[in-house]
């Protein structure tokens, strides 16, 4: 069964932290992808990873960096969190770039 | 561009009532389209896919029809549960499978 694993459910920081959000997949895939949800505006993309250390910013990725170093884990990176990011994160992966994304359950992130 | 639109939520239902949640897109050729499911505190799951127009895709009760004609991948359920309360998000890859878009998601509740 496929699985994506994100490293905490719920995540309460202090502005100008530094955030690190972890997500593993176990299903050999190429692809890991970082969103945000948030209510009325629904899923963006934040940033993308075709292979190990290839990156591409996706529709905001302002204030975020990521990191893959190796294939199964995905990192975001919230250099100096900021209470505009207080969001839902989510983590998926696919094999392919159109195939069907595989979900994690995603990071409440709460900044203060 | 290529975008996905769904119909504004939030719907609500009484169970046993038949549900329709319409989905439109907008992409060259044919894409492939999806529609996920988000239960209360949980990733994205898969919940069907078509590849091809006129194809059907189905699960657990819930059905879409990929209809070139009118570009559209409306999701449909005869007898809704309690446990259909979720938010549902269409979804389409393009033609080359280069991207993933997601609609806005539309939440549904069922009441007993």
């Known amino acids: 069964d496929v699985k994506v694993t994100q490293s905490s459910r719920y995540l309460v920081k202090r502005t100008g932290e530094k955030v690190f959000l972890e997500c593993v997949q176990d299903?050999?895939?190429?692809?890991m992808f970082w969103y945000r949800q948030d209510p009325g505006l629904g899923l963006r993309l934040i940033y993308f990873?075709?292979?190990?250390?290839?990156?591409e910013k996706g529709d905001i990725p302002e204030g975020y960096s990521v990191s893959r170093e190796k294939k199964e884990r995905f990192s975001l990176i919230l250099e100096s969190a900021s209470t505009n990011q207080t969001s839902m994160y989510l983590c998926a992966s696919s094999f392919i770039i159109g195939n069907p994304q595989y979900f994690g359950p995603g990071t409440r992130l709460t900044v203060l | 561009g290529n975008s996905v639109t769904q119909m504004e939520g939030p719907v609500t239902l009484s169970e046993e009532a038949f549900l329709t949640i319409n989905c439109t897109y907008t992409a060259t050729g044919y894409p492939s389209l999806f529609w996920y499911v988000q239960y209360p505190g949980e990733g994205l799951q898969l919940l069907l896919k078509a590849t091809k127009a006129d194809d059907k895709g189905s699960n657990k009760g819930f059905e879409a029809t990929y209809r070139k004609e009118t570009t559209s991948f409306h999701l449909e359920k005869g007898s809704v549960q309690v446990s259909d309360s979720a938010v549902y998000f269409c979804a389409l890859s393009d033609e080359a499978g280069n991207q993933f878009y997601f609609g806005t998601g539309t939440s549904l509740t069922v009441i007993p």
């Open positions: 299903m050999d895939h190429e692809n």
């Open positions: 990873s075709y292979d190990v250390k290839m990156k």
